[in-house]
């Protein structure tokens, strides 16, 4: 339904927005305004120490100058309670005693029938729960009570039985007025195509009601209670209310617990939801028997940014995962992914919940892999890559899956990360194969005059640390490196400025040349990542893997040390792209700063032997130059730190701060 803008004015002027904002945050008594219309907060969308979050009556708006979040009162509905538009202005509406117009006659019509085919759906349940507490429920209560179900969780749930009747739930609702086209409409009874009288889908299963975003009962999930009974789970057939491949199982509960814990759990079956909701976990939700579709990974973005999909342990539920993985990457766009939990041997949420309690589940949430993780493990678990074609097989299958992504700088990101993890793999396979210099069935290397010395851990301190030079200016040029393999949308955006860029460490500039030939090659093409892996010396490989390596909290890869982070331990906090970019291009400037002032020393070097008016032109010329570009880049830190000090939100730091912290390489960070 489309919305006039004078109707959501005469809802905004009704209702003042900080009376919506004020029952999620706390207003700051000090900086808060009342009688202005001026209320200040703690961002509800970020955590933050001191107030950010401002809220304007006068102008109804908020905005947060911390995150950037901002809006109306319909969009912090949205945003706070995972409302639809619609279903925003609606609420809103009816607490201002705003009418809202009354749709078209065709769309009146058809919502009057989902809402009497819903009236059905309710009438049905009721029965079913009516049916569960009678003598013929027997079978069914000592079913949810070997589940260990409470009656807190079956009253919520309103768990049902339906008798083993052909057509029990048929009788019922004829005495009661409804017509049998509207029960078979509605999906609850099966009319045969031989003429023969409907009956009763569901028969001697324990009912589970499922629910529309509205919380109205749209259909039914039965579990058949005999042993010999087929199919085990039974779902109503797709109808006017009910679309498998849309509808999540506990979404209207969940909606707002996943807000405020930032967090949705997808599981498999309804009752897995049930058995984790009772333990605690309220941001939990489950697909209907269905492969994953693109409408419900959609869906599930409304909840959470990173939603966990937690599978079973064993080859099934790592089968589904990898399905999965083709329904969620067309629909990837910057910010929104997902994340896998496996859980261990086999078991599934309810069985783990009872073995090990809400902290053992929440342990293996913890341990959930990125979706680029679980990709890299499904492809290359099966690959085999000991001759080029089979290199080049493994690698078109990346490519193929990457085309698939529609947002650009997604496809962008996953076709630098996969390359640099594939020239990796190639790399380290090359080495395995060629065992040059290495003593047979074992791992280090001979050296001269030293007999044989072990081979450094990959990644570890003593393997990047061999060999490379104190230069001035190592730190900075170590962090550009870094920060193009982590971040190499950075590298992509800003190539012809970093090739350009001077580096006074010889590593360091043979890395970035590897880098830039990696993003693209000179006639435009995309460099493979065999071509990338045998251009990459042992120097440049142990490069790379202290690069690649990642250890920052719930990370699924790396150790306890990562290069990166350990120089700039601001990572750690997640900052926001925009200012890693700008942290990048000050690091940049810093180098280009330091190559002006290398030009104008050789300059007045050259001056002193034949000065002339030409020659002490250009000398104050580029002193000019180079005194705005000083000017510029003191400005530019001193706002990166500031920035620094806000992102630096956790009271409880133990490691020092940016300031505090000398390079591990012997320089320091400018902020």
């Not at 009788?171 to 003429?195: T, Y």
Request: hydrophobic share 40%; net charge negative; charged share 30%.
């Amino acid at each position: 339904m489309r919305f006039d803008n004078r109707l959501l004015d005469e809802i905004r002027a009704r209702i003042n927005l900080s009376d919506i904002v004020g029952r999620k945050v706390s207003w700051d008594r000090r900086k808060t305004q009342p009688g202005k219309g001026d209320f200040w907060a703690c961002c509800p969308f970020h955590q933050e120490k001191s107030p950010s979050f401002h809220v304007e009556d006068r102008r109804n708006r908020y905005h947060c100058f911390g995150c950037g979040a901002s809006g109306d009162h319909f969009r912090f509905l949205m945003e706070t309670e995972g409302l639809s538009f619609p279903e925003a202005v609606e609420r809103l509406a009816d607490q201002a005693g705003v009418a809202l117009p009354a749709p078209d006659p065709q769309a009146a019509r058809r919502e009057k029938q989902r809402a009497s085919l819903a009236d059905v759906c309710e009438m049905a349940a009721k029965f079913f729960q009516m049916e569960y507490g009678g003598p013929r429920g027997t079978a069914a209560r000592a079913y949810a009570q070997k589940r260990g179900l409470s009656a807190e969780t079956l009253s919520e749930f309103r768990f049902g039985f339906a008798p083993e009747s052909r057509d029990a739930l048929k009788q019922h609702l004829i005495a009661r007025d409804v017509p049998e086209s509207m029960m078979i409409e509605a999906g609850l009874l099966i009319k045969p195509e031989d003429g023969r009288p409907a009956y009763d889908r569901f028969r001697g299963r324990l009912m589970i009601p499922i629910h529309d975003d509205r919380g109205r009962v749209v259909a039914f999930g039965g579990r058949t209670l005999s042993p010999e009974g087929q199919p085990k789970y039974l779902n109503s057939p797709e109808t006017p209310l009910f679309h498998k491949g849309i509808m999540l199982f506990n979404a209207h509960r969940a909606r707002e617990p996943a807000y405020k814990a930032g967090q949705a759990v997808v599981v498999e079956g309804y009752l897995d939801a049930i058995a984790l909701w009772q333990a605690g976990v309220r941001h939990v939700v489950a697909t209907l028997g269905t492969a994953f579709t693109e409408d419900q990974v959609t869906r599930l973005w409304k909840f959470a940014a990173e939603p966990v999909v937690c599978f079973d342990g064993d080859a099934a539920g790592v089968s589904a995962a990898h399905r999965a993985i083709d329904r969620i990457f067309p629909v990837l766009h910057s910010g929104y992914s997902f994340q896998f939990s496996f859980l261990p041997d086999g078991m599934d949420p309810d069985d783990l919940i009872k073995q090990r309690g809400l902290a053992g589940f929440e342990a293996e949430v913890e341990k959930a892999q990125p979706l680029i993780d679980v990709v890299w493990d499904r492809e290359t678990s099966v690959s085999r890559i000991d001759t080029p074609e089979r290199k080049a097989a493994l690698e078109k299958r990346f490519e193929d899956l990457v085309e698939t992504i529609r947002d650009p700088r997604v496809k962008r990101r996953y076709q630098m990360d996969l390359k640099f993890k594939l020239s990796n793999l190639f790399y380290e396979q090359s080495r395995q194969r060629g065992g040059e210099g290495r003593r047979p069935g074992g791992k280090g290397n001979f050296q001269p005059g030293g007999g044989f010395q072990p081979a450094p851990e990959p990644g570890s301190l003593l393997a990047v640390r061999t060999g490379l030079p104190e230069t001035p200016h190592y730190g900075m040029e170590r962090l550009i490196c870094g920060l193009c393999v982590h971040y190499p949308q950075l590298l992509d955006r800003h190539l012809e400025r970093l090739v350009a860029v001077r580096f006074s460490d010889s590593l360091h500039g043979r890395f970035r040349d590897a880098l830039c030939r990696f993003a693209q090659r000179v006639d435009g093409s995309r460099a493979a990542a065999t071509d990338v892996a045998a251009g990459l010396d042992d120097s440049l490989q142990a490069l790379m893997r202290e690069m690649m390596e990642d250890a920052r909290p719930g990370s699924a890869r790396g150790g306890s040390f990562s290069a990166l982070t350990q120089r700039f331990p601001l990572l750690r906090s997640a900052p926001p792209e925009d200012f890693l970019e700008a942290v990048f291009m000050h690091f940049l400037d810093m180098l280009e700063l330091n190559t002006l002032e290398a030009e104008l020393e050789a300059e007045m070097t050259a001056a002193e032997q034949d000065l002339n008016e030409e020659s002490w032109m250009r000398v104050q010329a580029m002193s000019k130059d180079l005194n705005r570009r000083r000017e510029e880049c003191m400005r530019d830190e001193a706002e990166l730190a500031e920035r620094a000090k806000k992102i630096r939100t956790a009271p409880q730091r133990t490691e020092p701060s940016l300031a505090e912290l000398p390079d591990a390489g012997g320089a320091e960070v400018p902020f």
